[in-house]
């Protein structure tokens, strides 16, 4: 288990560790202006040269590279941000930003994941019935309308239904409940669909056919072997749904102007801020990978059965 | 040659002994038929019998045809025959409407500057039959008929070149992938790491640093959409390369390259179709996802994105504006996941009788 859990752990800073050496290379393609906030029209070629040579961006990458890897393990300094917030840490930056759009984001996983595994249990308790039926649409709907659409046609009409305000604002409770709702819609969708999945894996195995012969009530059989064994894999699932949160949600986070992390990235690109966009994408991608990390662990401690050290077992 | 000699016809493929007796019969017999008889007779009988080779490979098997019968199942299935219909149509009509009569330009902007006094033609709602502009014009005066079929054009000529390229890679390196094993470890890390950056990600780093035009943006998502490809098509090869029919065919000397393209192949195109027509949608809302974000291809090429991305800001007052093109967004991207979907579980082969 413990050989498991530290290879688990190796390769994935392995992998995070190839990220951030792909990302750096990619992003010395930016031009240079991201580095100097507003200044970069009022300086001289010469002071230009000297500001990018005290910066250390003049050496070669590999160096760069090592620099930038030194100090985010040494002191966990990934640079000043240039425009954003002009020579503010770029960690200060992105910790300013993270508290509301976790809240956002936790709320409604809180409210999503829940009602979305119900959703996927009432599905799969007849097959054909009017809640499969249902759920089945409204799993297609989400997933084949584009996020975009739906996202911006509930906010012109929920609006004006509800009479809640266009955009977020922090003392408007009732601006917090569409963006909730609509972060709600996805996830609610993926829970459903994998949790029907799971459960009619889980109903077609022949222990559960034993079961009806012994005459096992169909309750007990339902929540007490079937539900219990569908929701095994539903665990792979939670730690990256609550790390994710903090990632943000581009879109809606844009379309009701809330100061969280998903508009932050954007910010970046369009003020050409080069520090603080490597380490959103750098942070972006480590919480991808240890998300998934965290969710084959917790599987693995949910579930006894599943053995880590045959290949690939985890997975 | 005659063409009533059957001697000089069927002597040629006969051996030297054959053929001295059958000349010493044929000269000594009179002939059958006079020459009027003769031409009564239907031309045929004076034809070769074939002898193909397919036909004789059938003797014995039922009339299973896999196309045949996927065409079948797939006309079974009303949604998805009234999708896929949707879909021809409109693509076809995407297609047709600028030779069509009366059309206006997408990229002309249609205030009359030198009319006195000045005429604007700026966010003219929708007139239908009844004026110029059958769906109104946008926020600096162009045609938004004309440029919702031209950014329908411009979506689905990304949506589909990203779905070829995309499957075409995957296909390749999936088969390779699953097929050899010692390239495995290496695709998995690549896999682990393309597939752990989300995708918007490298979308919206691939706009910034190349700038957003349609060629970037397709080099964009298709890298990223290969490798999800190539992970399923390596699954299901390693599924089907180690079946019986698979071993019996390379037991038989059948070369890799063969056996990948005959054997293996056919096996998975179901899934492929359904790959193929999901990332068609996926590719499209991905450029809408960029105007969103203001990294979009700029507004002199109308795609989907971008009208929807220069309407939202009006969406209060001038809704129809974004209703219309995102209802032809929706309705591509619905059918394409319906179709698709119906027609991956007609090709299936388990579903066939």
């Given at each position: 288990m413990l050989a498991y859990i530290v290879k688990r752990v190796l390769r994935s800073i392995l992998s995070v560790f190839i990220i951030i050496c792909i990302v750096f290379v990619l992003l010395r393609m930016l031009p240079v202006e991201g580095y100097f906030g507003g200044r970069y029209d009022l300086l001289t070629e010469e002071q230009r040269q000297m500001e990018l040579y005290r910066m250390g961006l003049l050496d070669p990458v590999p160096v760069q590279l090592f620099n930038f890897l030194r100090q985010l393990v040494t002191e966990f300094d990934l640079g000043l941000s240039?425009?954003?917030?002009?020579?503010?840490p770029v960690t200060t930056v992105i910790a300013d930003r993270v508290p509301i759009s976790v809240q956002f984001g936790l709320i409604s996983v809180a409210i999503g994941m829940p009602l979305g595994m119900a959703l996927g249990v009432m599905m799969s308790r007849k097959k054909g019935g009017v809640w499969d039926k249902a759920g089945t649409g409204y799993v297609a709907i989400l997933n084949a309308v584009p996020a975009p659409v739906y996202m911006v046609l509930i906010q012109l009409y929920g609006t004006m239904l509800l009479g809640a305000p266009l955009t977020f604002r922090f003392d408007s409770p009732m601006s917090r409940v569409l963006p909730i709702i609509t972060m709600c819609l996805p996830i609610i969708a993926i829970n459903a669909f994998w949790m029907r999945r799971y459960m009619v894996d889980e109903i077609n195995r022949d222990y559960i056919k034993l079961a009806q012969i012994k005459n096992v009530p169909t309750t007990t059989i339902f929540f007490r072997h079937v539900f219990r064994n569908a929701v095994v894999p539903m665990t792979n699932l939670i730690p990256l749904s609550i790390l994710g949160t903090i990632w943000g949600q581009i879109i809606i986070e844009r379309l009701y102007s809330i100061p969280g992390m998903g508009g932050l990235l954007i910010d970046a690109i369009l003020a050409r801020d080069n520090a603080l966009v490597q380490a959103l994408v750098i942070m972006f991608s480590a919480i991808g990978i240890f998300g998934l990390l965290l969710g084959d662990l917790l599987m693995a401690f949910v579930d006894p059965r599943i053995r880590l050290h045959k290949k690939g077992a985890a997975r | 040659m005659s063409k009533y000699n059957v001697w000089l016809k069927t002597a040629n493929k006969l051996e030297e002994s054959i053929i001295d007796d059958f000349r010493a019969r044929v000269t000594a017999s009179p002939d059958d038929l006079t020459e009027e008889n003769a031409a009564k007779l239907p031309a045929e009988y004076f034809q070769f019998a074939h002898n193909e080779f397919k036909e004789a490979e059938r003797a014995g098997y039922s009339n299973y045809s896999y196309w045949g019968s996927t065409i079948r199942m797939f006309f079974r299935n009303k949604m998805g025959v009234v999708t896929f219909a949707i879909l021809v149509v409109l693509m076809g009509f995407a297609f047709i409407q600028p030779i069509l009569p009366g059309q206006l330009d997408?990229?002309?902007?249609?205030?009359?500057?030198?009319?006195v006094p000045v005429r604007f033609y700026r966010?003219?709602?929708?007139?239908f039959f009844e004026g110029r502009f059958f769906l109104g014009t946008n926020a600096i005066g162009q045609d938004l008929w004309a440029r919702m079929w031209a950014g329908t054009r411009n979506s689905l000529f990304i949506g589909f070149t990203v779905a070829g390229i995309s499957m075409a890679f995957g296909i390749m390196f999936g088969m390779l992938w699953g097929y050899v094993r010692k390239l495995d470890f290496l695709f998995t890390e690549m896999y682990n790491i393309i597939n752990n950056i989300p995708n918007t990600i490298i979308l919206i780093l691939a706009a910034m640093l190349f700038g957003p035009s349609i060629p970037v943006l397709v080099a964009a998502m298709s890298m990223w959409a290969w490798i999800g490809h190539a992970h399923n098509i390596r699954n299901l090869t390693l599924m089907f390369r180690d079946r019986e029919f698979n071993l019996a065919s390379r037991c038989l000397g059948t070369g890799v390259f063969r056996v990948i393209i005959r054997n293996l192949l056919p096996q998975m195109i179901s899934v492929i179709m359904l790959r193929m027509a999901l990332a068609v949608p996926i590719a499209i809302t991905g450029e809408v996802f960029l105007s969103y974000l203001g990294?979009?291809?700029?507004?002199?090429?109308?795609t989907l994105g971008n009208l929807l991305e220069m309407a939202r800001p009006l969406m209060r007052a001038h809704p129809y504006q974004l209703l219309f093109p995102a209802a032809i967004l929706s309705v591509i991207s619905i059918c394409f996941y319906l179709a698709g979907n119906a027609f991956s579980d007609s090709a299936d082969p388990r579903n066939h009788v």
């Open positions: 240039s425009r954003i917030r002009v020579n503010v | 997408p990229g002309t902007i249609h205030d009359d500057l030198t009319a966010n003219v709602p929708p007139q990294l979009g291809i700029s507004q002199v090429t109308p």
